[in-house]
């Protein structure tokens, strides 16, 4: 099986998982080349057991023909959606000195880096830093490229500090591209999203305020839309408007985790390919010219292909779990209790990435970006 037709890429990725399982229908569905590969700098979490975090960035990017250096901003035995895990957090000072050792020894020149959860404000700004130093020593436009999930919360509810919703909005400046959720993107716009002249609003401020380039709303549920999960995405134009378009996918009735850290890793892959394909990396930022309308952006097309990939793999995975389910509720019976009951319905949730790595590299694209009228 050929790789995709990303260039090539070094990533550095920084982040790690944290939070409890929610639905599918309620989660984020929250995801490369040069002239064809990529090297990519991924800040993210890791756990021993399971994909979430580094553990499925990782693997989804190197998947994709992405060179991934991976800097866990956690390790934990398992996903916190177990109810029960161990582990240790990594402080500001452990990541910067992680970096400083790559800088060291000449490891740094990375393409992308991709950051998701992490643990507290000064952690934040510890990436935030390192973002910064790879941006100053970026060899022309387009050279480095940064795409930041603000993980915070969810479902109307923060789960860090509230000093670290300052200390990313202090960062968001930086930001190449952004991958929030519709709470997060509330947070960061100030706009309360209960419609799409809302959304629209809430998308050009962060367009307008924060000059993003290229922003992903990864879960909104828009009205009347009760079986349907929406993601949002614009690229803007040189006089920061925004070019809005949107893809409906079914909702799975089923409860994942890693599935944001997915979303993101598949991005930045596919993102990249896209670019690469427009012509567009030796451009700031990637940005297509003004005259490109919603539906033909590289982002669109990017994640035609990452929600492709992603509902291919998840409806693999609920329909191994349905039959996991079956056998372990049967073997476990009234006695096993509660807690073993959904430590194994947990675990038979987890996401089935290795076996379905042909719908990574080859997705069949049935869901196309629409334009989206405010």
């Known amino acids: 099986m050929e790789l995709p037709a990303v260039p090539e890429t070094r990533v550095l990725a920084i982040a790690s998982h944290v939070g409890a399982v929610t639905p599918a229908s309620q989660t984020n569905t929250s995801g490369i080349l040069r002239d064809a590969q990529a090297n990519e700098a991924l800040f993210c979490g890791q756990v021993v057991y399971g994909y979430v975090g580094n553990t499925m960035a990782v693997f989804v990017m190197q998947a994709l023909g992405c060179e991934v250096a991976a800097l866990n901003t956690v390790q934990y035995s398992n ?38 959860y992490i643990p507290g404000a000064e952690a934040v700004k510890a990436v935030g830093g390192i973002a ?27 789960y860090v500090n509230e000093d670290v919703v300052p200390a990313y909005k202090g960062l968001l400046h930086m930001a190449d591209m952004i991958l929030p959720n519709q709470f997060e993107a509330e947070i960061l716009s100030g706009i309360k999203i209960d419609s799409l002249p809302a959304l629209k609003a809430a998308i050009t401020t962060l367009h307008v305020k924060y000059h993003i380039p290229h922003i992903i709303i990864t879960s909104l549920r828009l009205p009347n839309t009760p079986k349907t999960l929406t993601v949002v995405g614009s690229t803007f134009r040189s006089d920061a ?40 990396c030796g451009s700031r930022s990637w940005v297509s010219e003004d005259d490109i309308e919603a539906v033909r ?5 990017a994640a035609e292909k990452v929600l492709a990939s992603m509902c291919a793999v998840l409806v693999k995975t609920k329909e191994r779990r349905d039959r996991e389910l079956v056998r372990v509720e049967g073997a476990i019976g009234e006695e096993g209790g509660e807690k073993m009951l959904h430590l194994k319905r947990t675990k038979a949730a987890e996401v089935q990435l290795v076996r379905n790595l042909q719908v990574l590299r080859e997705p069949r ?7 989206l009228d405010g």
Not at 133 to 148: I, N, T
Not at 297 to 301: D, E, I, T, Y
Not at 365 to 371: G, L, R, V
Request: proline share 3%.
């Open 241 to 280: 408007s925004s070019r809005l378009f949107r893809i409906d996918i079914p909702a799975i009735d089923c409860f994942f985790s890693g599935t944001g850290d997915m979303f993101a890793a598949l991005t930045v892959a596919r993102f990249r390919e896209a670019a690469a394909t427009e012509g567009l």
């Open 132 to 158: 910064a130093d790879l941006k100053r020593r970026a060899k022309g436009p387009g050279s480095f490229f940064w795409v930041l999930d603000p993980v915070m919360g969810d479902e109307g509810r923060l």
């Open 79 to 116: 996903h916190t959606g177990y109810g029960q895990f161990r582990g240790f957090k990594t402080s500001a000072a452990q990541i910067s000195e992680v970096y400083e050792g790559l800088k060291d020894s000449y490891l740094d020149d990375f393409d992308v880096m991709l950051s998701g």
């Open 365 to 371: 694209i049935e869901f196309f970006a629409q334009a």
């Open 297 to 301: 952006l590289p982002l669109a097309k």
